[in-house]
T-cell receptor, first 111, second 111 residues
Framework: EPEVTQTPSHQVTQMGQEVILRCVPI?????FYWYRQILGQKVEFLVS????????KSEIFDDQFSVERPDGSNFTLKIRSTKLEDSAMYFC?????????FGQGTRLTVV | GQSLEQPSEVTAVEGAIVQINCTYQ??????LSWYQQHDGGAPTFLSY????GLEETGRFSSFLSRSDSYGYLLLQELQMKDSASYFC????????????FGKGTRLHILP
């Protein structure tokens, strides 16, 4: 069964450092997403990506964040200068019209 | 914009039936989905209702009333493994490039 894969599963970084979170969506899906979940809170939308460009982004997705699909399979989320409050689980998802498939997430800890 | 309301916590007994409600307000509407998330895991798709009525998948059923902007997830014959958070989610009809989640309902199951 096709699945969304994310790497790494855990990432610890120092405040101010750049991190890149990687995702391989399901190959025949057209929409890709990044979501964030702070421990114990709801799943928050960050950004959606369609046709090789951002289609929508939330107010959380400020200039510190960027996404790319560099090679037609990988889908990356970059945080340029991490802050303590960026510590969260980051989920990548890709979707069909009715159903979104989530990766297992990357737990980012900023220290 | 979109907003979804669901109870923060529900407690039920093993073997019983529980209903988790969700009300929504959206500028457009493309369907109501339900996702399950176990602690430390990724959200996984449970069901999708585009039309009014009840959709049944094994022990889980989901209902939608578009006129009332209301839906629910019904879990029957509860098992301990059903202890998880359950999120309702909507997709905007006009821009199906964003899936918005409710804050989630934490289901506690007592033996």
């Amino acid at each position: 069964e096709p699945e969304v894969t994310q790497t790494p599963s855990h990432q610890v970084t120092q405040m101010g450092q750049e991190v890149i979170l990687r995702c391989v969506p399901i190959s025949n899906h057209l929409y890709f997403y990044w979501y964030r979940q702070i421990l114990g809170q709801k799943v928050e939308f960050l950004v959606s990506f369609y046709n090789n460009e951002i289609s929508e982004k939330s107010e959380i997705f400020d200039d510190q964040f960027s996404v790319e699909r560099p090679d037609g399979s990988n889908f990356t989320l970059k945080i340029r200068s991490t802050k303590l409050e960026d510590s969260a689980m980051y989920f990548c998802a890709s979707s069909e019209p009715a159903e979104a498939f989530f990766g297992q997430g990357t737990r980012l800890t900023v220290v | 914009g979109q907003s979804l309301e669901q109870p923060s916590e529900v407690t039920a007994v093993e073997g019983a039936i529980v209903q988790i409600n969700c009300t929504y307000q959206t500028s457009g509407f493309y369907g109501l989905s339900w996702y399950q998330q176990h602690d430390g895991g990724a959200p996984t798709f449970l069901s999708y209702n585009a039309l009014d009525g009840l959709e049944e998948t094994g022990r889980f059923s989901s209902f939608l009333s578009r006129s009332d902007s209301y839906g629910y997830l019904l879990l029957q014959e509860l098992q301990m493994k059903d202890s998880a958070s359950y999120f309702c989610a909507v997709r905007d009809k006009d821009r199906d490039d964003k899936i918005i989640f409710g804050k989630g309902t934490r289901l506690h199951i007592l033996p």
